[in-house]
């Protein structure tokens, strides 16, 4: 697995930041700003948005140096933290490696937005049923989820037994 390590966290870096770029660029060329298009009877809504702060918006009221500190400065300092640890771990399971690369590679890619769109998040997609809506988000934000998820699920819990 060593050998193969660095070229597998490229390979699904690679994949996830074609996906989420190619999306943000085809919503930012193809859908009307700020205007939500309905599909699916309304479960699937499609619309150009900018978002300045991070999780359903939290931070966008800050100045814009303090959301470049702690958007583009402290999450680039834990991206390069998380790599690191990639690289320089040897007891990583594959699926793990896949889980964190996914949380890198989707943070990357927000990252990489916030450093080339004057600070903001392209987000596009928004799911839900009736006024149970989730926020606007993006292919970046899917992975960052699933990567998270498939730690919650290929991470064994060890119960601590007092003998």
């Not at 300092?77 to 040897?90: I, P, Q, V, W």
Request: glycine letters at 10%; hydrophobic letters at 50%.
């Amino acid at each position: 697995m060593n050998d193969n390590k660095t070229g597998h966290i490229l390979l699904v870096c690679l994949i996830c930041l074609i996906l989420d770029q190619g999306t943000k660029w085809w919503a930012s060329d193809s859908l009307v700003a700020w205007q939500m298009t309905s599909y699916l009877g309304d479960m699937v809504r499609i619309g150009y948005t900018e978002n300045l702060g991070v999780f359903l918006s939290l931070g966008a009221e800050l100045s814009a140096t303090q959301r470049l500190v702690l958007f583009v400065g402290v999450i680039g300092l834990f991206l390069l933290a998380l790599l690191g640890y990639m690289l320089k771990s040897h007891d990583l399971s594959k699926r793990q490696l896949t889980a964190l690369t996914l949380i890198f590679a989707g943070g990357l890619g927000n990252l990489l937005d916030r450093i080339f769109n004057q600070g903001a998040v392209i987000d596009f997609i928004s799911l839900g049923i009736g006024s149970l809506r989730t926020g606007v988000f993006n292919i970046a934000d899917i992975v960052i989820l699933l990567g998270a998820m498939m730690i919650m699920v290929c991470t064994p819990f060890q119960s601590v037994h007092n003998k």
